[in-house]
Every structure is written in C-alpha cells, then in structure tokens.
C-alpha cells in the first residue's frame, strides 16, 4: 500500500509500456515477486509452477516522467472537511485501487491517498489523522482499536456532515472484520474506543 515512500512503483519495463520513462539517476529498490517455470505434466501439457521467489528492481512514480496515469486524472470530489485536512498540512490525492484497500493516510508523509471518490473512504482516512494527533502513542495503538475508532468515527461524520450515509451497513462490517480478530462483538468494541471517537470528533468538527 505504501512502501519506500511511494504508492505506486514498477519495474523499468512496465514503466515504459506506461509511457513513463525512469529519470536519469533515479535509484531503485528491491521487491519480492514469484518466479515461476514451465514443465511438462503428466498430461505432456505444459503449466507454470511456482518455483520460489527473486529479488527485482522497481522505481517510484516520483522517480519518473511521461503520460499521466489514469489515476492521476481522476478529479476528486468537493469533500466536505477536506478544509481540516488542510488546516493539519494534510495534502489529499487519488491513488490507484485494489480490492484490498480504498484509501490510506500517511503520518510520516503527511497525505490521504484515495482510490474512492466516497466521503466515506475520506472521512476513514481523516479520523486516522485526528486519531494520531489525540492519541500519544498511535504507532503503538492495536491495528484493530485505530481502525474501528476510524470506522465508527467516519459512519458519524456521514451522518453529521455527509451527504448520503447509505454505506453504514459497510461500516457494520467493517467494524464487525476487526472486532472478530479479537473476539468482540462489533457492540463491545465500539464501547471500548468510544472515548477515542469523541476525542476524535471534537478534534474535527471544532474550530480551534
């Protein structure tokens, strides 16, 4: 999702075929991908079979030019509390997507990236950054406590602020994912980071 400071790297040939070309003296770095060879079954037919893993070298979009990507046409919505984001530094982009994930904020980088023009997608990633300004030690908060005070944060500010609130059976469900890892109902997880969504809360809808 966001690795050596880049959402989106390739290797030399795929940025060529992208039309984008790797800037003279750009350094790469190394990412793990499979290896496959082909061979003979017992049919005599041929198939692929994964026969480990090697090291290949990849370059950031940052370290290229050419032809924008589709991704980086994409116009983003007029977000409601985007003027938030950018009151705390926070600069917010489209990024490419994957079934994966729809969006990620980035402390160390200071940006929201977004694969979704959905306000809820942005209000997530938005009760990330407050999060991470109320809470001491967010880098050390259990994965499972910052995305459910995300989540529960982002269904309120849907129905606070938003325009449509039509994705809070997601947000059930998304809530429901990460109370289950620890053995919670989506209720008894809600109550234990309901003081981190009012800290949240307070943080984004009140004017300093």
């Known amino acids: 999702m966001y690795l050596s400071g880049t959402s989106d790297a390739r290797g030399f040939r795929q940025w060529k075929q992208a039309k984008r070309y790797v800037k003279k003296g750009a350094k790469a770095f190394y990412i793990l991908v499979p290896r496959f060879i082909r061979c003979e079954n017992d049919e005599d037919e041929q198939e692929q079979i994964l026969a480990g893993f090697m090291a290949k070298p990849v370059f950031r979009i940052e370290d290229t030019d050419g032809k924008p990507l589709d991704y980086q046409q994409i116009e983003l919505p007029n977000l409601k509390l985007i003027e938030k984001a950018n009151e705390w530094n926070i600069s ?38 407050a999060h991470s300004r109320v809470l001491k030690d967010f880098d050390k908060a259990q994965t499972w406590r910052k995305e459910i005070v995300a989540e529960l944060s982002a269904a309120v500010l849907c129905e606070m602020v938003g325009e449509t609130s039509k ?38 809808l009140t004017n300093d």
């Open 167 to 204: 994705y809070l059976g997601s947000n059930y469900k998304y809530i429901d994912h990460y109370a289950r890892k620890v053995k919670l109902s989506p209720v008894q997880a809600c109550l234990r980071v309901v003081c981190d969504v009012e800290k949240v809360l307070n943080l984004i």
């Open 92 to 129: 917010v982009k489209a990024i490419p997507g994957n079934y994966s994930y729809y969006g990620y904020y980035s402390k160390e980088s200071k940006e929201i990236a977004l694969a979704s023009k959905e306000e809820t997608v942005f209000f997530h990633e938005l009760a990330h950054a």
